[in-house]
């Protein structure tokens, strides 16, 4: 049930749903960008099922822009055609790092963390045979939000299971 109902003097009052609870921003397939990633690209990136991370290994220097905001930082999320996994920031991360494919808007100065949400699922489209078989996959562009260098931890759902791995952006991460 999405929301508690209490009764108290004969009065309804409905509470919100917990934030852990909801519904992903969904990236579907019309929302997505074309672009040759070059042979060999999956070696760079961060793969869990058919979700694959491009950008998100950095020893970037990151800002810290104070209390509550993030620079955006780009990672490029490309999923294996007719997928639909979710992503999702772990909740010991939640606190630093939030998803910002939401369509965040920022000028070089950092936005809220609140502007990002903390699950995203990214449907994919139907595969194109006409490519190259290396670049078949389905790119969504957009951001992480982090504050400060940090090692942010995701967790995929994909394939009736949930993987969780780690994204570094200016931290090392073990």
Same mark, same amino acid.
């Given at each position: 049930m999405r929301a508690a109902i209490a009764l108290l003097l004969g009065l309804v009052v409905v509470m919100p749903a917990l934030a852990d609870e909801q519904e992903p921003y969904v990236r579907a397939c019309s929302t997505s960008q074309l672009g040759d990633l070059g042979e060999g690209w999956r070696e760079r990136a %961060?793969?869990?099922?058919?979700?694959?991370?491009?950008?998100?290994? &950095?020893?970037?220097?990151?800002? $810290?822009?104070?209390?509550?905001?993030?620079?955006?930082?780009?990672?490029?999320?490309?999923?294996?055609?007719?997928?639909?996994?979710?992503?999702? %920031?772990?909740? $010991? &991360?939640?606190?630093?790092?939030?998803?910002?494919?939401?369509? %965040?808007?920022?000028?070089?100065?950092?936005?809220?963390?609140?502007?990002g949400t903390q699950s995203v699922r990214f449907q994919a489209c139907r595969p194109d045979r006409r490519r190259e078989p290396w670049n078949r996959g389905t790119q969504f562009g957009g951001y992480f939000l982090v504050v400060g260098a940090r090692c942010v931890r995701v967790d995929v759902a994909t394939q009736g299971k949930v993987l969780r791995r780690k994204l570094s952006f200016g931290a090392r991460c073990v």
């Open positions: %961060i793969v869990a099922g058919h979700v694959a991370f491009l950008g998100g290994n &950095s020893r970037m220097a990151v800002e $810290r822009l104070g209390p509550g905001r993030a620079m955006p930082l780009k990672v490029l999320v490309v999923v294996d055609a007719n997928a639909a996994p979710t992503v999702t %920031i772990a909740p $010991r &991360s939640r606190a630093y790092a939030a998803l910002g494919y939401n369509g %965040i808007h920022h000028n070089g100065t950092g936005v809220p963390l609140t502007d």
